[in-house]
């Protein structure tokens, strides 16, 4: 493990420092907040169960990337997901002997990692094993899987959330991405969790000269807990365009209920869905989310956002002044939403400004303030 020295830290030895991730295959929420970690400790390596190279941006890729037994599976780059049960096996397998500070950024399986006993581990949650919990029924459901594949999904996700909850324990410092995710972290680990929002590049997420056109903008992965059926129903019952950018395992069944308005436009460059955000009527999101960094970005673009008064939504979107929260997640209190948003616009300004607030900058320095206050109650002077 290669020396990285944390200058903020008062500590006068260099400090080796690992970076835990769950999986590298695009550059999602998680991934924006691993790459400011790369910054922050730029000679850590990065250790994670599958890496598709090139599908992460170049600050994470210029780190030594460890992977599991997992990245030597069939197809394991796209079909990860099904190699869920190996996750625990593949996680402890790590070696981290010669670390002195463990980092996890978590949603699935990084903060089970096991340091030393010496090693100090501070996770960033970005929610506990959700399928394994309050969401089994939207990725399991007996109506999606049919009866026989449902239960031994249950008894599956039963073990894997004992495993969650039980490896909790090795986690010395949990922050939290929301005070949302920081409930979450208490009521299934027991645990407390400072909360700290993740970044989002409000100075490349801008907003544009243009004026909005006509159509509104879902951008999401396509997992059954995004409910983007729930946007796509409420654009059909409006009659207006939808984008839905993104890309995942729910793609057939969502272009099979799509109507003529709803255009996919799967994963296309930063800069282009920046474009989209530039031009939407509105962001529509239809989930609960943990965080949601999407609406951030749209509004960082100026563009309001529709969403579901629950969750991360209720932390980042001010009702009137950066767009509009929904009380159900149903096409008809949706569409009413959007239909407001149509004839009603709101001042850009300060849908800009609040967005200016959730800054890369302000992530970093918080977190190092974190980790050095957690380093300093580890190791008294």
Known sequence: MTDTRMTTVPFETPLRVAL?????????????????LC????????????????????????????????????????????????????????????????ISTSHCAAKAVVPTGRALHVCYCHSPMRYAWDQFDAYFGRDRLGPLRHWAARATMAWLARWDRATATRVDRFIANSAFVAGRIARY???????????????????GAGAPRPYFLGVS??????????????????????IVVGSG?????????????????????????????????????PAEEDFGIAPVEAMACGRPVVALGRGGAAETVRPGVTGWLVDTPSAEAFADAMD??????LDP?????????????????????????????????
């Open 221 to 242: 992965a396509l997992v059954p807990y995004k409910r983007i059926e729930v946007a796509i129903a409420a654009a059909s019952r409006l009659g207006v365009p939808l």
């Open 20 to 36: 835990v991730h769950d999986w590298l295959t695009g550059m999602r929420g998680g991934e924006r907040v691993l790459e400011s």
């Open 39 to 102: 910054r922050l400790f730029p000679a850590a390596d990065v250790l994670t169960l599958v890496h598709a190279r090139g599908a992460v941006s170049r600050t994470i890729e210029a780190h030594r990337v460890r992977t599991s037994a997992i990245q030597h599976l069939p197809r394991a780059t796209r079909l990860y997901r099904r190699y869920l049960p190996l996750f625990p096996a593949a996680i402890e397998g790590f070696d981290l002997d010669d670390v002195d500070v463990v």
């Open 189 to 207: 680990y027991n645990r407390t969790a400072v909360v700290l929002h993740p970044p989002v590049d409000v100075d490349f997420f801008t907003p």
């Open 249 to 285: 395992p729910d793609l057939p069944r969502l272009r099979a209920m799509a109507g003529p308005t709803v255009e996919f436009a799967g994963s296309p460059s930063d800069e282009a869905v920046r474009e989209l955000y530039r031009g939407a009527q509105a962001l529509v999101l």
């Open 349 to 381: 300004g300060p849908i800009v400004a609040h967005a200016r607030t959730f800054s890369t900058e302000r992530f970093e320095a918080g977190f190092r303030s974190l980790v050095t206050a957690a380093l300093a109650a580890a190791h008294p002077c």
């Open 340 to 345: 407001e948003a149509r004839r009603r616009p």
